[in-house]
């Protein structure tokens, strides 16, 4: 095994381990007789389906690459960002958005618990994660304008100038011919922002400037945009089993895709282009980058 995937597996059950006692502590579990499921079950159910916990991984390493070692402190920050991620792919698989059965190898939230549960369970996740980043018994020993600062991160990156933003252009946009600078514009949004804003966090709460601060978001929008992009790659030549999702969901909707628009090979150049520019940007940081190398070509040969 080598460093990278070491530090995953590590990063992985650390990550895991403080999203359930988080859970433990906070029993959202009251379950009324006439109920099967809690809240807190739907909302753990794709919570804690193995997914690769990309963003928190990539915090740590921001935050490590910069010379802050702490793992323990840093994992309420981590992991609120995989309670975002995770709300996210509960509403993007809802039958009015993507209307996917199937995620991280099993059925969606909404065939499972129905529709207006999985909604609720996404909205609650999304609340939770800044419950988590803010809850003082986590986080006493950061300055709160710290804690402001990722909290003004995350917010951004999820909502209209983020995720919701992309997503709301890309459901808009089912069965429309979208030109490039669109289909990246929408990628940005939808993907790399909050991917952007992982890396940000990790320069901040290892207590850069703003202009490392801003290299780091600007480093991680391109490994971003690199990461959809190979996606969609994937979205072409994956299979159901290994990807855990529907294959060629995007095609099935009607959607076309970055590596629909301009094609496998050049799509796969632009995932090296965008690695490019990312790397570019890092090196303006004096951080370590040997992870972060390491990280980019898992990212890129990936298979699911
Ligand atoms: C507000 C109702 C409402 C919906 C918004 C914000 C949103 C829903 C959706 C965001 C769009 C989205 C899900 C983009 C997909 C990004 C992406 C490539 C997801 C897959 O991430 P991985 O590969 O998955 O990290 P794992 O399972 O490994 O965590």
């Known amino acids: 095994m080598n460093d990278l995937a070491l530090y995953i597996e590590n990063g992985k059950k650390l990550i895991d381990e403080f999203i359930k006692a988080h859970f433990i502590k906070k029993h959202y ?17 794709t919570l804690t389906m193995p997914g690769k916990r990309i963003r928190p991984i990539i915090l740590l390493l921001s935050a490590e690459s910069l010379g802050f070692y702490d793992k323990k402190k840093l994992l309420p920050f981590a992991s609120s960002l995989e309670l975002i991620h995770s709300y996210s792919l509960i509403h993007d698989d809802l039958p009015s958005m993507d209307n996917d059965d199937l995620r991280r190898g099993k059925p969606t939230s909404h065939i499972v618990f129905g529709e207006a549960t999985a909604i609720l369970a996404g909205d609650a996740l999304l609340a939770e994660a800044f419950v988590m980043l803010s809850d003082k018994d986590y986080i006493e ?6 804690i402001i600062e990722i909290v003004s991160e995350f917010s951004c990156a999820a909502g209209a100038g983020g995720l919701v933003e992309g997503q709301f252009h890309d459901v808009n946009s089912f069965g429309e011919h979208l030109d490039f600078e669109k289909i990246e514009y929408i990628n940005e949004k939808k993907t790399a922002s909050l991917i952007a804003s992982a890396c940000a966090a990790g320069a901040i709460l290892s207590g850069n400037d703003e202009k490392t601060v801003s290299e780091f978001r600007k480093f991680g929008g391109y490994i971003g945009m690199a990461f959809q992009a190979v996606d969609d790659v994937l979205g072409i030549t994956g299979n159901k089993e290994i990807l855990g999702k529907t294959a060629g969901i995007d095609r099935i909707n009607n959607k076309l895709t970055m590596a629909e628009n301009i094609g496998l090979e050049r799509t796969r150049k632009l995932i090296e282009e965008y690695n490019k520019k990312a790397m570019a940007h890092l090196e303006k940081t004096g951080a370590e980058t040997g992870m972060f190398i390491e990280l980019i070509k898992y990212l890129t040969d990936r298979i699911n």
């Open 29 to 45: 579990d009251k379950k009324f007789p006439h109920n099967k499921f809690s809240l807190a079950d739907a909302m753990l159910y």
């Open 141 to 146: 020993e950061f300055d709160p304008v710290k």
